[in-house]
């Protein structure tokens, strides 16, 4: 079950049209990064990379759910 759905998220992955939200959300769901770390990433503050995420767990979604 689990190699199904790591499989799941990485082909989500791969159709997100934002590589920048997979990239945030690779980093804090799956490397364990916070939002003070991805911050220093991306030279922004941890707000926006709230904001980000927020965006990028919906395309998640919707690309997930097109399928």
């Known amino acids: 079950l689990d190699a199904e759905i790591a499989m ?3 082909a989500t992955f791969e159709r997100m049209p934002n590589k920048r939200y997979v990239q945030l959300l690779q980093w804090m769901l799956v490397d364990g990064f916070d939002a003070d770390e ?3 990433k ?3 503050t941890v707000a926006n990379v709230y904001n980000i995420k927020h965006r990028a ?3 998640f979604t919707e690309v ?3 399928c």
Do not use: E, F, S, W
């Open 8 to 10: 799941d998220v990485n």
């Open 38 to 40: 991805v911050a220093v």
């Open 42 to 44: 991306l030279n922004t």
């Open 57 to 59: 767990i919906v395309q």
């Open 64 to 66: 997930y759910n097109a």
